[in-house]
Structure formats: structure tokens, C-alpha cells
């Protein structure tokens, strides 16, 4: 994929790993289409880097379609990259064995539906308006990268609801790049282990707290940081013969149970 004269949506753009590919897409000339909930950091972003903001639930179909509009209207849709999503650790049951306690199904569904439903609901409408650019030399019309999680292979105690969503987009990335194939559309995910994002400063002593998890990192021995994200974010989408993979980014990290 080239970068020359195209447009790029991205979910969860607005802060952390989004923020930074926003940023590094937008450095190389892209028209960068922030897709977030976020109004006040979107705007920033946007500002900053000269880009887009729409303010966008991933669940939602007319929001999204407004998204990629915008998008379509300021350069010619090429690239998506879903990072939208969020977390929350619970176990599936209390201690005291009553109904009440046990893991709120409201909460499990509205994960799912967030983190897997919207990467999807992104991915069919974009893919959708990505269909009907001109091919390029490879025949390649455009290329999306889906975030999934180690959380999808060395799932944590209290991270069922999330290590099923991403596990989804895991499981759906290969079926996606081969229905998408005919109309020259590559599809990839990435697999990002303890990234170094804001979220963790919002622990009573970060410090600490990302020390721990970084006993498990193998080489370097530290956490990754987002620019190191969107730089295999943009090689994803830069390379033509990267198709139907999920790459894990963790420096050899595999998680422990507790």
C-alpha cells in the first residue's frame, strides 16, 4: 500500500496505541480520520497532527458510516486501523456463591461487543468503501490491521470476557483476509503484549506496578512502547505480501496465571 494521496480511518485514535499510529500515519502525508469517543483528546490529536476528528461509537453503524465518509471526502480510503477497545478485570464468580456476584453478563456483552462486534462493524464498512478504489500495481485497493491481544492466547485470571474478544479477532482475521481477497484488501492483526500506555498510570504507583509486569518480558526486558506499535502497524499495511496474520508484539513475553 501507498501512502501518496490516501486516507486512513482509526478507531481509538484519540489516545494510547491509536494516538501513536494517528501521529505516524499522519507524518507520512496520510489523511488520518480519528474514529473515537473521546471528544476533548480526539480534537488535540486531531489539531496536532492535522488530522480528522469524528467523534464515533465502533457499535454503531451510522457512526461509523460518518467516519469513513469523512474520511472518503479528504483522500482515497486505503488503510483501517481498528484500535478501539477496552478491558476490566473480574472473575466469573464471587466468594459467596450467590447469583448477584457472579461476572455481570451486561458487562461480559458490552466488552464483546465493543472490542470484537465493533472491529468488525468498522472493518465491513470500510472495507465496503475500499472496494471501490482503483487498484493499484498489486491490485491492491486497500489493508486493515485489527489489534487482538496476547490476552488471546495467555488469557489472565479475571480477563475472560476480554481474552474472548480477542480471541475473536484472532479467530476471524484468516476467514476476513480470504473473503476479502477478491477485491484486493488485505487484512492482519496485531497481538500487542504490555505496551506501555496511560492506562498504567492510573495505578496508585505506576512505577512499581510496571515493574511487575515487566518480569515476564524476555528481551528487552522492559515494556514495549506505542511508536514501536505503529511502526509494525504501518509495516502491515506498507506491505503487500502480508496478508491473513497476527503478529504478537511482546518481546517473547508469555503471560503467567497470576
Given amino acids: 500500500m501507498k501512502f501518496t494521496g490516501a486516507?486512513?480511518?482509526?478507531?481509538g485514535g484519540a489516545s494510547g496505541l491509536g494516538e501513536s499510529v494517528v501521529r505516524s500515519l499522519a507524518s507520512r502525508g496520510v489523511q488520518v480520520v480519528i474514529a473515537d469517543v473521546q471528544k476533548d483528546k480526539g480534537d488535540t490529536v486531531a489539531q496536532e497532527s492535522g488530522s480528522h476528528f469524528v467523534s464515533t461509537d465502533v457499535t454503531s453503524e451510522d457512526q461509523v458510516i460518518a467516519a469513513v465518509e469523512r474520511a472518503r471526502e479528504v483522500g482515497e480510503l486505503?488503510?483501517?486501523?481498528n484500535c478501539a477497545g477496552f478491558g476490566g478485570s473480574a472473575r466469573i464468580i464471587g466468594r459467596d456463591g450467590t447469583y448477584d456476584s457472579a461476572y455481570s453478563l451486561e458487562r461480559y456483552t458490552r466488552i464483546i461487543t465493543t472490542n470484537l462486534i465493533g472491529t468488525f462493524n468498522c472493518m465491513r464498512i470500510a472495507a465496503t468503501v475500499m472496494s471501490t478504489n482503483e487498484p493499484d500495481e498489486n491490485d491492491e485497493r486497500g489493508?486493515?490491521?485489527?489489534t487482538a491481544s496476547v490476552a488471546a492466547?495467555?488469557?489472565q485470571i479475571g480477563q475472560v470476557a476480554y481474552s474472548a474478544s480477542k480471541a475473536g479477532i484472532v479467530g476471524m482475521t484468516l476467514p476476513a483476509a480470504r473473503d476479502l481477497a477478491p477485491?484486493?484488501?488485505?487484512?492482519n492483526a496485531i497481538a500487542p503484549?504490555?505496551?506501555d500506555t496511560p492506562i498504567y498510570n492510573?495505578?496508585?504507583d505506576p512505577v512499581a506496578f510496571k515493574e511487575k509486569l515487566a518480569r515476564d518480558v524476555v528481551f528487552p526486558a522492559r515494556l514495549g512502547r506505542a511508536d514501536e506499535f505503529a511502526a509494525l502497524t504501518l509495516h502491515l499495511l506498507e506491505n503487500t505480501y502480508m496478508n491473513g496474520e497476527v503478529v504478537r508484539l511482546d518481546a517473547a513475553a508469555r503471560l503467567r496465571y497470576r
Fill in 183 to 187: 477485491a484486493g484488501i488485505r487484512v
Fill in 78 to 81: 486505503r488503510a483501517l486501523v
Fill in 143 to 146: 489493508a486493515i490491521v485489527n
Fill in 202 to 204: 492510573k495505578v496508585a
Fill in 153 to 155: 492466547f495467555d488469557g
Fill in 193 to 195: 503484549g504490555l505496551i
Fill in 7 to 11: 486516507s486512513a480511518v482509526v478507531t
